[in-house]
């Protein structure tokens, strides 16, 4: 009977362990920017860098992401890069608000629209970093699995770079796997890249 006991307590202090490691290793709750105005959120943003991802695997440069408020009040989404061979590739997608973020918290979709009423075609978008100006903007998801820093220019001092790298840092990204992505390219030669 003791060795019942002992045993049970073991078993009970292991699962408690494993418990209070396991939260540990979770991230904390990914928290966005208190409000976003869509309409300053609106326009042409260049990717100044990204976590690596398999939709984007093959672009090499001049990646960009383009939003525009539509009268129904979703947002349309135009992305483009450039290849390795100088041509395009452009997705077009749409973007939908979660209204009680205040604009912050979007889901976004390339799926055809006829798959729109299917809930795993939406992706979580979340602003989670906003220039006073809405001159940079970060985009990351509850996740950490994806991250977008964005800039109104194509290029970003190194200063304002590494600061919001800290910033995504402490809200539990990896600045490792941060990748910057280069902007002016026309075309990889030789595995050199050529910018206009």
């Known amino acids: 009977m003791k060795k019942i006991i002992n045993i049970s307590i073991f078993a009970a202090v292991l699962l408690a362990s494993i418990a209070v490691h396991a939260q540990k290793d979770r991230p904390a709750e990914l928290k966005t920017v208190a409000s976003a105005d869509l309409k300053q959120f609106s326009g042409k943003w260049f990717e100044i860098a990204k976590y690596p991802n398999k939709f984007q695997k093959d672009c ?110 402490a809200m539990g990204f990896n600045p490792g796997k941060v990748e910057k992505t280069p902007q002016g390219v026309e075309s990889i030669k030789g595995g050199v890249i050529e910018k206009q």
């Open 60 to 169: 090499v440069g001049n990646t960009t992401a383009t939003y525009t408020v539509k009268q129904n009040g979703k947002l349309e989404v135009l992305n483009q890069c450039i290849k390795k061979d100088g041509t395009n590739i452009v997705a077009k997608g749409e973007g939908k608000v979660d209204e009680k973020a205040k604009g912050a918290k979007l889901k976004v979709r390339f799926a055809p629209g006829a798959f729109s009423f299917l809930p795993f075609v939406w992706a979580n978008y979340w602003i989670i970093d906003l220039g006073p100006k809405y001159e940079y903007a970060v985009v990351g998801e509850p996740k950490r699995e994806y991250l977008w820093i964005l800039s109104r220019t194509p290029e970003m001092s190194d200063s304002a770079y590494q600061a919001i790298l800290r910033r995504a840092e």
